[in-house]
């Protein structure tokens, strides 16, 4: 069956970075895409933007550019995401999510990964 | 970017009620319209694409319809594991942008 299994909870300090994990299995990898999706506490859900795993091709949400990086390693078929520069309104729950095949719906998801910013 | 708007913004309704939800866009997405079911601490569960196609393995008691800006879900019969919060998302132009969701409570 399909799993996404993201990394664990993270504390970062303003100004830092942070890369979360999302490893995938039970499917081709590079058959579909990854979405990376957010939700502040108490929050509504916010898309970040996706990378194909086939190709690595990208694309951000506006908001992000310049901040955000989404890359992925083929070979133990897991998925990144890496947000620069954080601010205490980057504290949220960040989930990764596969495509249900060439329509970008988010079909599935992992069970998401708190990062908290405080100084 | 595509504003979502669902309303209403919470609803409290009763085991066995029939319950509609609205989500319109600030333009038309065709029916690249798309449904999630949130409960508290968990991710988002993915119900109905493309404005109506159930999610295998989702209750038929679940019904998205709708085209162009105005779309609806209707849930016919509410079950106790209904109660959640219920997102809609437009995937007709990046950024996919979804509603603010709509808080389903038992009255």
């Known amino acids: ?119 | 970017d595509i504003q979502m708007t669902q309303s209403p913004a919470s609803l409290s309704a009763s085991v066995g009620d029939r319950v509609t939800i609205t989500c319109r866009a600030s333009q038309s997405i065709s029916s690249y319209l798309n449904w999630y079911q949130q409960k508290p601490g968990k991710a988002p569960k993915f119900l109905i694409s493309a404005a109506s196609s159930l999610q295998s393995g989702v209750p038929s008691r679940f019904t998205g319809s709708g085209s162009g800006t105005d779309f609806t879900l209707t849930i016919s019969s509410l079950q106790p594991e209904d109660f959640a919060t219920y997102y809609c998302q437009q995937s007709y132009s990046t950024p996919y942008t979804f509603g603010q969701g709509t808080k389903l409570e038992i009255k």
Do not use: H
């Not at chain 1, 506490?41 to 990378?51: K, R, V």
């Not at chain 1, 947000?83 to 998401?112: E, F, H, I, K, P």
């Open chain 1, 1 to 119: 069956q399909v799993q996404l299994v993201q990394s664990g909870a993270e504390v970062k300090k303003p100004g830092a970075s942070v890369k979360v994990s999302c490893k995938a299995s039970g499917y081709t990898f590079t058959s579909y895409t990854i979405t990376w999706v957010r939700q502040a506490p108490g929050q509504g859900l916010e898309w970040m933007g996706w990378i194909s795993a086939y190709n690595g091709n990208t694309n951000y949400a506006q908001k992000f550019q310049g901040r955000v990086t989404m890359t992925t390693d083929t070979s133990t078929s897991t998925a990144y995401m890496e947000l620069r520069s954080l601010r205490s309104d980057d504290t949220a729950a960040y989930y990764c999510a596969r495509d249900l095949g060439g329509n970008y719906v988010m079909g599935y998801w992992g069970q998401g990964t708190l990062v908290t910013v405080s100084s």
